[in-house]
Nanobody, 126 residues
């Protein structure tokens, strides 16, 4: 089973950029999916982005589409979330997650991921 460790969070001003990295240990396969979710205080955990190992296809939440991208990091057996044009409403704890054999409609579903990182705080504020 994959274990996940996030890094790269911090305090950033609105309009700036930040990259989050997720390093995975353990076995991955063509059926692996890795994604990012976030959770703001008092809110439910929400989907941000995911990428499928089989074909590198991605899915991005509408709330961040055009600003965030997700990509595989083969060197770390994980994923990178690149966040541009950050807004205060992007402030949250960001979690990396991994699952197996997710179809496209499953990608935003929290319960379909069986491995989670510890989370990293992103604060967007001037």
């Amino acid at each position: 089973q994959v274990q996940l460790v996030e890094s790269g969070g911090g305090l950033v001003q609105p309009g700036n950029s930040l990259s989050l990295s997720c390093a995975g240990s353990g076995r991955t396969s063509s059926s692996t999916v890795m994604g990012w979710f976030r959770q703001a205080p008092g809110k439910e955990r929400e989907f941000v982005a995911a990428v499928r190992w089989s074909d590198r296809s991605t899915r991005i939440a509408n709330s961040v589409k055009g600003r965030f991208t997700i990509s595989r990091d083969n060197a770390k057996n994980g994923v990178v979330l690149r966040m541009n044009s950050l807004k205060p409403e992007d402030t949250a704890v960001y979690y990396c997650a991994a699952g197996q054999r997710l179809i496209y409609s499953d990608l935003p579903v929290v319960g379909r991921y069986d491995t989670w990182g510890q989370g990293t705080q992103v604060t967007v504020s001037s």
